[in-house]
């Protein structure tokens, strides 16, 4: 998947949540301007970066052959971004 391609996903998920950028900055300890560049696809996020955002929305990052996200609940649950 492409940076701008999870950003869309990141967004797309926080939107769903009606969680604003500055919400989710709290939630992650990132700033709006990240996030706002990263959504666009402007930025690129370390994977320790894309951790912390990931798990606000209660996922776990799963980086391997298959990669994807996964809830942290239903671990059988798989959740593509």
Do not use: H
Not at 39 to 62: D, W
């Amino acid at each position: 998947m492409k940076p701008a391609e999870i950003g869309d996903k990141i967004k797309e998920m926080r939107t769903g949540r009606g969680w604003t950028l500055a919400q989710l900055g709290r939630k992650t300890r990132l700033s709006k301007s990240f996030l706002c560049e990263f959504e666009r696809g402007g930025r690129a996020a370390r994977l320790v970066t894309l951790e912390r955002i990931v798990r606000a929305f209660g996922l776990y990052l799963n980086i391997g052959f298959s990669s994807g996200l996964k809830s942290v609940d239903n671990f059988s649950q798989r959740v593509k971004i």
